[in-house]
């Protein structure tokens, strides 16, 4: 099954860390634009950020600016969401996802291979 397999979440309080990672199953990831996306209980899914296949280019929400950080190792076939400073608004669960370009929309309508998700919650 084609699909992305998220993992690394769980529970921190507020001001701590997680690093979510993000490793594509059953294909190579090198190829495309890896984008994290999360979604809170009764909200719609939000872009978080996206990165170009060459690691060139990112674009990240207003929301995470300066406290997530987001890399890619295409030999392990794998992408990487550094979150710190986490706050409770954070909390949600995280997927990611392809595409081609990675653009400052993040509509997910244009993403495909979706994982299951990992939860993030952060509380005190």
């Known amino acids: 099954q084609l699909q992305f397999v998220e993992s690394g979440g769980g529970l921190v309080q507020p001001g701590g860390s997680l690093r979510l990672s993000c490793t594509a199953s059953g294909f190579t990831l090198e190829p495309y634009t890896i984008g994290w996306f999360r979604q809170a209980p009764g909200k719609e899914r939000e872009g978080v950020v996206c990165i170009s296949r060459s690691g060139g280019m990112t674009n990240y929400v207003d929301a995470v600016k300066g406290r997530f950080t987001i890399s890619r190792d295409n030999a392990k076939n794998t992408v990487y969401l550094q979150m710190n400073s986490l706050k409770p608004e954070d909390t949600a669960v995280y997927y990611c996802?392809?595409?081609?370009?990675?653009?400052?929309?993040?509509?997910?309508?244009?993403?495909?291979?979706w994982g299951q998700g990992t939860q993030v919650t952060v509380s005190s």
């Open positions: 996802a392809k595409t081609v370009l990675c653009s400052r929309s993040m509509l997910a309508g244009r993403y495909d291979y």
